[in-house]
């Protein structure tokens, strides 16, 4: 069963649905999610808020936390989830933001860094994934995608192991 099929089922025994906020995968994170056939009964909305401005307009992140704390950054990922959750009323939210390479990074924020984030019973939860900078653009996308379906199986399901 691949994750996407798994978060499915515990959305549809759970009758829950979910929404995303994608920066870094691009919209491969709700691709993966409408893949599964029925998915239609859980998912309820999915954006690409790639530009700081799509973050602030349809998510609500503020030019605050964007300015002093980057897109890329625990604080935005934890405001994303908020408005992403505020936005559509979903019963998960899942949002990532990250720096998937191969150019763009800095010392402090290097390519294959990315932030996940899951607000879930009016719990936000984030996660810091670091990967290496070496892996190739597709494949960090797919694989922060992996790690936010990770994520959202662990909280969703209650076996948090964040």
Known sequence: ????????????????????????TGGLLSSRLTDVSGSSEYVMLNFVTYANEAKNKVLGVSWDILDNYGAVSEECAQSMAEGLYSATGCDVALCTTGIAGPTGGTKDKPVGLCFISVKYKGIVTVKEIRLSPNIERIEMKKRFADEALKLAISIVSENRIC
């Open 1 to 24: 069963m691949t994750l996407e099929e798994e978060l499915g089922q515990i959305l549809k025994e759970k009758k829950l649905t979910i929404a995303t906020a994608e920066s870094c």
